[in-house]
T-cell receptor
Framework: EAQVTQNPRYLITVTGKKLTVTCSQNMNHEYMSWYRQDPGLGLRQIYY???????DKGDVPEGYKVSRKEKRNFPLILESPSPNQTSLYFCASSFSGAVYEQFFGPGTRLTVL | QKEVEQNSGPLSVPEGAIASLNCTYS??????FFWYRQYSGKSPELIMSIYSNGDKEDGRFTAQLNKASQYVSLLIRDSQPSDSATYLC??????????FGTGTSLTVIP
């Protein structure tokens, strides 16, 4: 089954404790992206990647890191989480670039205390 | 900063009616436009994509794009209770970034 998977689905952590949210797709997609969704603000793009070793900042990259060492994986790293990073996070992938439909993962609900 | 504006609603329509969802955007160079549906607690899923001016129909859904007016809309004909969801308007730029509106909540009343 073609899908985007994220882990963990739910995470409660404390300020400053480094965490990684994993994202993996099995569709051989070139483009992958991370979003956060907050009430009243909608979906905002954090980082995106056009291919292996190619990443770019989206609208809200501060406090986040990403890497793309393999085509299928695109982890999101919060090195020192803060409460304002409490949000619902989605990973998405598409065949190539932003012209194509994005397929979204199930989401990760992160709470930073 | 590209802005995508949607009426947050809620929009309520009776079952069988036409639901009309609207979206305006501020960037004239935006290239691709999308409508996603998001059920509560779920991830967005694509309804329609549209790239050129005019109408595009897919089943009960019609997307309309007017680049001169910077306006994109989604019509849902014969609305069903299962269409009750939040509808997200999105666009992509030449730089491969995506921008989403805050969504319009639609309720279809049986």
């Amino acid at each position: 089954e073609a899908q985007v998977t994220q882990n963990p689905r739910y995470l409660i952590t404390v300020t400053g404790k480094k965490l990684t949210v994993t994202c993996s797709q099995n569709m051989n997609h070139e483009y992958m992206s991370w979003y956060r969704q907050d009430p009243g603000l909608g979906l905002r793009q954090i980082y995106y990647s056009m291919n292996v070793e190619v990443t770019d900042k989206g609208d809200v990259p501060e406090g986040y890191k990403v890497s793309r060492k393999e085509k299928r994986n695109f982890p999101l790293i919060l090195e020192s989480p803060s409460p304002n990073q409490t949000s619902l996070y989605f990973c998405a992938s598409s065949f190539s670039g932003a012209v194509y439909e994005q397929f979204f993962g199930p989401g990760t609900r992160l709470t930073v205390l | 900063q590209k802005e995508v504006e949607q009426n947050s609603g809620p929009l309520s329509v009776p079952e069988g009616a036409i639901a009309s969802l609207n979206c305006t955007y501020s960037d004239r160079v935006s290239q691709s436009f999308f409508w996603y549906r998001q059920y509560s607690g779920k991830s967005p899923e694509l309804i329609m994509s549209i790239y050129s001016n005019g109408d595009k129909e897919d089943g009960r859904f019609t997307a309309q794009l007017n680049k001169a007016s910077q306006y994109v809309s989604l019509l849902i004909r014969d609305s069903q209770p299962s269409d009750s969801a939040t509808y997200l308007c999105a666009l992509s730029s030449t730089g491969n970034q995506f921008y989403f509106g805050t969504g319009t909540s639609l309720t279809v009343i049986p």
